[in-house]
């Protein structure tokens, strides 16, 4: 009995995939995953078959060079197949460490944020690890809405953000000043200047 190719292990592990399989990739993309990228990649000319990669740099099947400035954070801090980051990394697969528990701690996440908070500036004492840039904002902005110092703040249009409205979205304790927020329309300094500092307020000249 014929077995499924798309349901048999990969033959000979990850590495001969990459070495066999690379100039599928992108049919594959088309096939299971996303073709309308396909169709932006071939588009711009980018429909390479990459086969290595070296700090900043993506290497094709032909041996060329390319320096890619389109990667994110990740790549540009460290780049690609850092020696250091992969003895690392094999380091921790070695010890067999009790990673990621759900309800738990973890000790070289605190050791994490003990090193960044030695860095930081006195007044940092602790660090809330994000995954994404999204969710740092996020934070920041519910942080910035719990100070009780904090002085008012006026939207530059009249859209209202998704989560302002969503205060289920929002912890009880982060709840602050919602119901005073008001809008001005973009470009209308004397309303923002009103709003901010009251009726009675001179008018600030830039």
């Known amino acids: 009995?014929?077995?499924?190719?798309?349901?048999?292990?990969?033959?000979?592990?990850?590495?001969?995939?990459?070495?066999?399989?690379?100039?599928?990739?992108?049919?594959l993309n088309d096939r299971y995953m996303n073709p309308q990228l396909g169709r932006i990649v071939r588009t711009l000319g980018f429909d390479r078959t990459w086969t290595h990669g070296d700090g900043a740099h993506l290497i094709d099947?032909?041996?060329n060079?390319?320096?890619?400035?389109?990667?994110?954070?990740?790549?540009?801090?460290?780049?690609?197949?850092?020696?250091?980051?992969?003895?690392?990394?094999?380091e921790l697969l070695d010890a067999h460490s009790a990673?990621?528990?759900?309800?738990?701690?973890?000790?070289?996440?605190g050791l994490l944020a003990q090193q960044l908070v030695a860095r930081a500036p006195e007044r940092i004492v602790a660090m809330v690890p994000a995954n994404t840039g999204t969710e740092a904002v996020e934070a920041a902005i519910k942080l910035a809405r719990a100070d009780p110092l904090r002085q008012p703040r006026v939207p530059r249009s009249d859209a209202r953000l998704a989560l302002a409205e969503r205060r289920r979205a929002v912890p009880r304790g982060l709840r602050t000043a919602r119901a005073g927020l008001r809008s001005c329309p973009l470009g209308r300094s004397r309303c923002s200047q009103t709003r901010v500092f009251?009726?009675?307020?001179?008018?600030?000249?830039h």
């Open 1 to 27: 009995m014929a077995v499924d190719p798309t349901r048999a292990p990969l033959p000979g592990g990850v590495a001969e995939a990459l070495a066999t399989r690379a100039g599928d990739a992108m049919a």
């Open 61 to 63: 099947a032909q041996g």
């Open 65 to 90: 060079r390319y320096l890619d400035l389109l990667s994110g954070y990740g790549t540009f801090a460290v780049g690609r197949n850092n020696p250091d980051v992969i003895a690392a990394l094999h």
């Open 99 to 109: 990673n990621l528990p759900q309800l738990g701690v973890s000790v070289l996440p």
């Open 198 to 205: 009251g009726r009675r307020s001179r008018r600030i000249h």
